[in-house]
């Protein structure tokens, strides 16, 4: 499996893997339309004919017999340009009266647009026959490979939003007892609007005062900040590059939000830069050895490539990859590559 860039010619694919995605994946609408529209920004990314702040980087997930697309994954280059970005930030509310001896802190909500203009780590899903292998990891973690190689198209700090709780039925505590007095519709059409891009209605009915939290229920409390069961690994995996939780939630379902500078995302950090050496005498890729495996990307911009090595194909500055992989790669002998550690 490798990663590349997305093309035109990937429509049908990109809408199948729409359709698939569910609720909660509100940046993969269900609408060939939309979809439509989001692949010719992404094509226009790469070819640098559109400006920066309005790039959205999307990549795909490719099995090489077949050239299947398994996945995608996506990086956004600034939000908040093109769509108002909203937030709900955790903060508190102090009240004091030393005559009753009274000293309350409370937990509230304030609508915000405090991260507009960070980068953002978007889009990820992984068709469920592929969720093997290695490959969530490989698709999850090959945007890494190119932050690493092209910074400066990026702000320096970078967010991810996580997919907040909702129970087994798909109900959300979190909208019920707060959303969806304001919007009186159901979150599952919440959330197909705001994934077609529909969000005037936010501005124009959430309460723009803060939300004490104590006046939600006990289990929308309880669910703020707190991700679906299924989102748990993506956390912990961005948690282990550096992301931490950062006050802020989604206005419908109260998933966190994440975020850290990019310079300091483990993957950045401690990616170096090594010389290609083709070799059919290259170590075969054991996708079973999880901590011995690296990502390997081509450098390359409009045409990235990332795919996973073993460690031992190392030798000093050098890698040591096979005809198929540098294929893959579509490097030669003595090009570089930027590799590093998949796992911490």
């Known amino acids: 499996m490798y ?48 400006p920066e702040s309005e790039r959205i980087y999307l990549f795909a997930l490719v099995e090489p017999a077949s050239q299947k697309i398994a996945g995608i994954c996506a990086l956004e280059a600034s939000i908040g340009h093109e769509d108002i970005w909203y937030n709900y930030h955790v903060g508190k509310t102090v009240h004091s009266s030393r005559e009753i001896s009274v000293h309350k802190i409370t937990e509230t909500l304030y609508l915000s647009n405090d991260l507009t ?13 592929y969720r093997k292998d290695q490959n969530g990891q490989l698709l999850s973690r090959s945007r890494y490979m190119f932050l690493a190689e092209f910074q400066e198209l990026f702000n320096e700090q970078i967010i ?122 290259a170590p075969a890729t054991d996708l079973t050895d999880k901590y011995g495996l690296l990502l390997v990307s081509n450098r390359k911009f409009d045409d990235f490539r990332v795919l996973l090595a073993n460690k031992s194909a190392l030798n000093g500055n050098s890698i040591v990859l096979t005809p198929e992989q540098t294929e893959q790669l579509q490097l030669n002998e003595g090009d570089t590559v930027r590799a590093v550690s998949l796992r911490p």
């Open 117 to 129: 203009g960070c980068s953002e780590i978007a889009t990820l899903f992984l068709m469920p026959d």
């Open 160 to 281: 991810a939003e996580m997919r907040g709780y909702s129970d087994d039925n798909g109900r959300s505590p979190f909208w019920d007892s707060l959303g969806k007095h304001f919007f009186h519709m159901e979150f599952s059409d919440a959330d197909y609007l705001t994934g077609l891009g529909n969000k005037v209605f936010i501005a124009e009915l959430m309460p723009k005062f803060p939300i004490y939290v104590p006046m939600l229920s006990p289990a929308a409390q309880a669910s703020i900040g707190k991700v679906h069961p299924q989102t748990e690994p993506a956390l912990a995996m961005l948690k282990s590059e550096g992301f931490e939780p950062n006050n802020y939630i989604d206005i419908f379902d109260g998933g966190p939000t994440v975020s850290v500078k990019v310079k300091n995302i483990r993957a950045v950090r401690e990616s170096e830069i090594y010389n290609v050496t083709r070799s059919e005498e």
């Open 3 to 50: 990663i590349r860039p997305i093309q035109k010619e990937d429509l049908d694919s990109l809408y199948q893997l729409a359709k698939n995605s569910g609720v909660g994946v509100t940046s993969l609408p269900d609408s060939k339309q939309k979809m439509e529209a989001k692949l010719s920004q992404a094509v226009a990314s790469f070819n640098k004919s559109i």
